[in-house]
Nanobody, 121 residues
Framework: QVQLVESGGGLVQAGGSLRLSCAAS????????MGWFRQAPGKEREFVAA????????YYVDSVKGRFTISRDNDKNTVHLQMNDLKPEDTAVYYC??????????????WGQGTQVTVSS
């Protein structure tokens, strides 16, 4: 069972940047497709980005295309989400997720505890 721990959230002004990281406990990290989701207060959890097992394919929700970049380092068992040009509507708790199935996907088996991102206007 893989454990996921997110970090890198915080408070930033609109137009700023943050880099989220997700560290996985599983040594066979490269068998997992990885995803980032977010949930704003009063809203349902939303898909943000996903990356295939070898990092060769990435997927994004339209609202973050051109601003967010997902990447992974299989040697370090980590996945990152670089977020640029942040907007107040990006404010949410961001979750890292892992699954042995292919990306993109709607359901993931393993989830982190989440990290808060707050963007002030």
């Amino acid at each position: 069972q893989v454990q996921l721990v997110e970090s890198g959230g915080g408070l930033v002004q609109a137009g700023g940047s943050l880099r989220l990281s997700c560290a996985a406990s599983e040594r066979t990290f490269n068998i997992y497709a990885m995803g980032w989701f977010r949930q704003a207060p009063g809203k349902e959890r939303e898909f943000v980005a996903a990356i295939s097992r070898n990092g060769g394919n990435t997927y994004y929700v339209d609202s973050v295309k051109g601003r967010f970049t997902i990447s992974r380092d299989n040697d370090k068992n980590t996945v990152h989400l670089q977020m640029n040009d942040l907007k107040p509507e990006d404010t949410a708790v961001y979750y890292c997720a892992a699954d042995k199935g292919p990306a993109p996907r709607k359901e993931y088996e393993y989830w982190g505890q989440g990290t808060q991102v707050t963007v002030s206007s």
